[in-house]
C-alpha cells in the first residue's frame, strides 16, 4: 500500500493542482489517450479541480470499446461452433454487436469461459485436447506480448487445438489519425504509461515533431496524472513540442525491447477497422503467415460480416474526442452500464460508462 498512498496523496494532489492553475496562461485542452486515465480522472474529480485551466478530450485508448462489431459477431460463431471451448476477457462478454453478445452465446449453450491472459487459454488448450481452444486476443501493445508469447509456445509444442481470434490495435497511429484532423482543438497529450512500458517513446517524439504537440507520459494515479498534467501544462506554456517521460518508474524512451522482439516474431503491422472509427491505416496486428494455422478465422471459415450499428449510438464521436457522453440522447436513459447500446458503457475503461458512474456519484453529493 505504500506507493498507492504515495501516489494518492492529498498533499501532493493540492501541490499540483495549485501548481497548475498558476501556470496555465490561458484554457488548454488536454486529450488523454487511455480509457484508465479517463477513469482515474473522472472517478477522483480531476476535470472539475481544473476545470478552469483544463478541458479533457478522452481518446480512443480503450480496447474493448474499438474492438469491431463484426469481430464480436465472428466470435459469437466460432464460439457456437461443435467442441469449441471459447476464451475471452471477461470486459469483452456483455460487448453487444449485431443484437446480441458472448454472454448471450453462452446462454445459449456455448462453452465460452473468462480468462485473465492468453496463457490462461494455452493451459485449457493443453488440458483438453479432445477440444478446440479459441482465444480472443484483443488489446494494443500492453496485451499483444502475451498473446505473441502463447502463439509462439503453442507452434513450438506444436499444439494443434489452439487457435486466436486476433483484434489487436497500436495507439500511435490512432493519435497520428484525431491529431490529422485540422478542428481537433488539441493543445496537448497525456501518454499512457503502460503502453509507453512496451513501446517506448520514440514514436511520440516523433508526433510531437510533425504535429507541434507536447505530449508527456504519465501513468492513472491521481498524483500520477496531475504531476504529468503540470508538465504538459509547463510545455504547453513554454511552446516546447517534445515529450516528457513523468512515468520513469515504469518507462525508458526504447520501450521493453524483449516485448517489442516478440511481437514482431509472431505479428505483422496491417490496417485495422477501430469502432466507431472506420479504419486507420497501419493500426492493427494480424499474425504472420509462419502462425497461420494459429488463426482462427482461417481455421473456421468464418469472415468476419459486416454489421451495421446502433444509429442511436454516438460512441464513434466519443471515440474521436469530438462528443461527450452526455452529448448522446441515450445516456443514462436507454443505455447504461446495465443496458448497454454501445461498447463505451460496457467497458470498464468506456468513457460513457465513466461518466455514468462518476457523474451519478457527484450528483448524489
Ligand atoms: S451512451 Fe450508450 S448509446 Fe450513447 S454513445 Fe455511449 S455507448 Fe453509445
Redesign the pocket.
Same mark, same amino acid.
Given at each position: 500500500m505504500k506507493h498507492l498512498e504515495e501516489y494518492r496523496n492529498p498533499d501532493a494532489v493540492k501541490h499540483y493542482v495549485r501548481r497548475i492553475m498558476e501556470t496555465a496562461g490561458r484554457r488548454f485542452t488536454i486529450m488523454e489517450i487511455c480509457g484508465g486515465q479517463t477513469h482515474a480522472i473522472l472517478k477522483y474529480g480531476i476535470d472539475r479541480l481544473l476545470e478552469d485551466n483544463i478541458g479533457f478530450i478522452h481518446g480512443p485508448g480503450c480496447p474493448v470499446c474499438i474492438t469491431p462489431a463484426d469481430k464480436i459477431i465472428a466470435a459469437m460463431e466460432i464460439a457456437s461452433s461443435d467442441d469449441v471451448i471459447f476464451c475471452s476477457f471477461g470486459d469483452m462478454l456483455r460487448v453487444p454487436a449485431g443484437g446480441g453478445d458472448l454472454l448471450s452465446t453462452r446462454a445459449s449453450g456455448a462453452d465460452v469461459r473468462m480468462v485473465y491472459s492468453p496463457i490462461d487459454a494455452l493451459k485449457i488448450a493443453r488440458a483438453n485436447p479432445e477440444k478446440t481452444v479459441v482465444f480472443f486476443a484483443i488489446g494494443f501493445e500492453t496485451t499483444a506480448p502475451a498473446t505473441a508469447l502463447a502463439v509462439y509456445k503453442a507452434k513450438m509444442e506444436n499444439l494443434s487445438n489452439f487457435s486466436m481470434l486476433v483484434s489487436h490495435s497500436l495507439v500511435l497511429p490512432a493519435v497520428r489519425y484525431i491529431l490529422s484532423s485540422p478542428d481537433n482543438g488539441i493543445d496537448g497529450i497525456l501518454a499512457a504509461g503502460h503502453v509507453c512500458t512496451v513501446s517506448g517513446y520514440e514514436g511520440y517524439e516523433e508526433i510531437a515533431r510533425e504535429f507541434e504537440m507536447p505530449i508527456t507520459v504519465t501513468g492513472f494515479e491521481p498524483v500520477d496524472l496531475l504531476r504529468g498534467i503540470y508538465s504538459c501544462v509547463r510545455l504547453m506554456e513554454s511552446g516546447k513540442n517534445i515529450v516528457d517521460n513523468q512515468y520513469s518508474r515504469a518507462v525508458v524512451r526504447e520501450g521493453n525491447k524483449t516485448a517489442r522482439d516478440m511481437i514482431g516474431e509472431v505479428f505483422r503491422v496491417a490496417d485495422s477497422e477501430w469502432r466507431g472509427i472506420g479504419i486507420i491505416r497501419e493500426s492493427g496486428l494480424v499474425l504472420r503467415e509462419e502462425y497461420a494455422d494459429y488463426d482462427a478465422l482461417k481455421r473456421f471459415g468464418v469472415s468476419a460480416p459486416a454489421v451495421s450499428e $446502433?444509429n +442511436?449510438?454516438? $460512441?464513434g +464521436? #466519443?471515440l474521436k474526442g469530438n462528443?461527450k457522453?452526455y452529448h448522446?440522447?441515450?445516456? =443514462?436513459t436507454?443505455? /447504461?452500464p446495465e443496458h448497454?447500446?454501445?461498447? /463505451?458503457? #460496457?467497458s470498464s475503461e =468506456?468513457?460513457?460508462a465513466a461518466?455514468?458512474n462518476y457523474m451519478e456519484v457527484r450528483d448524489r453529493e
Open positions: $446502433s +442511436e449510438c454516438i $460512441s +464521436e #466519443v462528443r457522453p448522446c440522447p441515450a445516456f =443514462g436507454k443505455c /447504461t448497454p447500446l454501445g461498447a /463505451t458503457m #460496457v =468506456g468513457a460513457c461518466y455514468y
